[in-house]
């Protein structure tokens, strides 16, 4: 992705997009972590708070209309989003 940024402008070229991280090879988990940022999944992943699971990266909370065909046939889905405006929306659209 091709950042823009300095100190009075943070955005970049391309569209944003989601990342979808299966935790296995051989097929998706019962249990999926959704993250708002990139580095709200590395801080868990150094704490152990995911192990095991399929991880889904919104890189930003308007995608995650995204998200949504990725998250189905999981039988846990964990959401790690800010506790904010946006993240209170998102998790709102997810469990309609």
Request: proline share 3%; net charge positive; charged share 25%.
């Amino acid at each position: 992705m091709d950042k823009l940024r300095n100190r009075y402008f943070k955005g970049c070229r391309r569209r944003k997009d989601i990342s979808y991280l299966p935790w296995a090879r051989d097929g998706p988990s019962a249990e999926c972590a959704v993250f708002e940022g990139f580095i709200d999944y590395l801080s868990a992943l150094t704490l152990g708070i995911i192990s095991g699971a399929d991880t889904i990266i919104l890189n930003s909370v308007v995608n995650v209309n995204k998200a949504v065909p990725f998250l189905k046939g999981y039988t846990t889905i964990n959401c790690y989003l800010d506790n904010d405006n946006a993240g209170k929306t998102a998790l709102a659209e997810l469990t309609a």
